[in-house]
């Protein structure tokens, strides 16, 4: 009988399956923050920028969100976790909350 014990580079990287899981095809937040991201380099100004602005920092959050809480393994969710950091810092940064 042989017993696999699961070693941290496993658990990092292997999803439940034992597939290593680093990039997954993009989900729907990801494609609204980037199709969005890319639509507030061409409008620049006004309040189409400012609502473009809003959707994508909710795209972008709710990926990390969900990355955080129902990634497929720890560097998923760690992903999830560093860009959730950094979404909020640089939104607390750029309002000069700090």
Same mark, same amino acid.
């Given at each position: 009988?042989?017993?696999?014990?699961?070693?941290?580079?496993?658990?990092?990287?292997?999803?439940?399956? =034992?597939?290593?899981?680093?990039?997954?095809?993009?989900?729907?937040?990801?494609?609204? *923050?980037?199709?969005?991201?890319?639509?507030?380099?061409?409008?620049?100004?006004?309040?189409?920028?400012? =609502?473009?602005?809003?959707?994508?920092? =909710?795209?972008?959050?709710?990926?990390? *969100? %969900?990355? %955080?809480?129902? =990634?497929?393994? #720890?560097?998923?969710?760690? %992903?999830?976790?560093?860009? %959730?950091?950094?979404?909020?810092?640089?939104?607390? #940064?750029?309002?000069?909350?700090?």
């Amino acid at each position: 009988m042989q017993t696999t014990e699961s070693t941290l580079f496993d658990k990092f990287f292997r999803d439940s399956n =034992g597939n290593i899981v680093i990039a997954q095809p993009p989900n729907l937040p990801i494609i609204l *923050w980037a199709v969005t991201s890319l639509l507030q380099l061409v409008i620049t100004s006004g309040k189409i920028n400012i =609502g473009l602005d809003v959707v994508s920092y =909710g795209a972008i959050f709710t990926w990390a *969100w %969900l990355e %955080l809480f129902q =990634g497929v393994n #720890y560097f998923r969710r760690s %992903l999830g976790l560093i860009v %959730l950091v950094g979404v909020i810092a640089s939104r607390i #940064y750029s309002f000069n909350l700090i």
